[in-house]
């Protein structure tokens, strides 16, 4: 069996004609395999949904109950035979419920990262690396200027700041889902034990990791406790990072913007965001993880996709692993 014989790109996303099904589909299809809850990989509308129980709830969360026709948890590890086709979900340490998806047949197993970090994050599993013939890379951060610092330098760096200006608010930016309960998570891990505020967009997915294990402290909504400014001195809110310079930011006393993002790493990209603090915090695999992953699992073929294609394809091509770029479209750098 060749290999796009079992997954190929399709403008739709990854399409698995044994399987007869789609791996994180741009659109609408009957059956629909997704990798994690962020917007751009889980869309509703499908047919059927297969995915974690996780995943599941983050869809329900945000699109309601009727996001799929109908919908079915997968567990980690355990195989799963769709019509001539064998699929396992494995850990991907991306984001609560993230996996990879591992499609086999005939002897032949591609693994679909979907989007994927190395580093200890503590509100979701640890990516596991699973033997392949092909891997499928995520390369958001697939240039080898993205290095991401130590995450708990990140954090150390806010609460100073903190620590520096007891008479400011301090707004940070963070994706809803993932980044904004690991941010939290980590503030709790290094000692910060007051009220953490919250921009109401945020509350539905804090709310939900909570029920999933991750204590997250004491959370308060940063728009109900408003009318106040003073009582925000000293305050940490996490908030929608395009709400960091907006009129939003005004209700709070003199606000520093902080922006947690491995984008944070090219200073000209905070400078334009308007960003005064800017956390290098990221919830994808950066050049290192990504280089270290492909060398580690040794696979036959690399297929990279969304992002920095081409820096990979040729670092793979100097370390004697044939790689290609799969040109898919409709995914994001990171969610929003
Ligand atoms: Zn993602
Ligand atoms: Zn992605």
Redesign the pocket.
């Known amino acids: 069996m060749r290999p796009e014989d079992l997954l190929r790109p399709t403008p739709q996303g990854l399409y698995c004609p044994p399987g007869d099904f789609h791996i994180d589909p741009t659109s609408p299809v009957e059956r629909a395999l997704i990798t994690h809850g962020?917007s751009?990989?889980a869309r509703a509308g499908h047919g059927h949904v297969l995915a974690t129980r996780e995943t599941l709830r983050i869809m329900r969360a945000r699109y309601g109950d009727d996001f799929a026709g109908s919908s079915e948890a997968v567990a980690l590890g355990e195989p799963m035979r769709i019509k001539g086709v064998t699929a396992t979900f494995h850990p991907a340490g991306h984001v609560l419920g993230s996996a990879q998806i591992a499609v086999e047949a005939h002897g032949l197993r591609i693994v679909a990262s979907?989007?994927y970090k190395r580093r200890a994050d503590p509100t979701c599993l640890p990516f596991v690396p699973v033997a392949c013939d092909i891997f499928i890379t995520?390369a958001?951060f697939g240039l080898p200027v993205f290095r991401h610092p130590p995450a708990e330098d990140e954090i150390a760096k806010l609460l100073a700041s903190v620590a520096q200006f007891p008479e400011r608010a301090h707004l940070v930016g963070a994706y809803s889902l993932g980044k904004a309960q690991r941010v939290i998570r980590m503030l709790r891990d290094a000692g910060y034990e007051r009220t953490i505020y919250l921009h109401g967009s945020m509350e539905k997915l804090c709310q939900l990791y909570e029920s999933e294990g991750v204590a997250l402290g004491d959370l308060a909504n940063a728009t109900v406790a408003s009318g106040h400014k003073a009582d925000f001195a000293g305050a940490i809110v996490i908030c929608p990072p395009s709400e960091i310079t907006e009129r939003w930011a005004r209700r709070f006393p003199d606000p520093v913007a902080c922006f947690a993002s491995g984008w944070m790493r090219i200073r000209q990209r905070a400078k334009v965001a308007g960003v005064e603090l800017p956390l290098i915090l990221s919830d994808h695999a950066d050049w290192d993880e990504l280089t270290a992953t492909i060398a580690e699992l040794s696979p036959r073929e690399v297929w990279v996709t969304?992002g920095r294609e081409e820096a990979l394809v040729r670092w793979c091509s100097l370390a004697g692993i044939p790689a290609r770029p799969l040109h898919l479209v409709g995914?994001?750098d990171?969610e929003e």
């Open positions: 962020h751009d990989h979907g989007d995520e958001t969304h995914y994001e990171e």
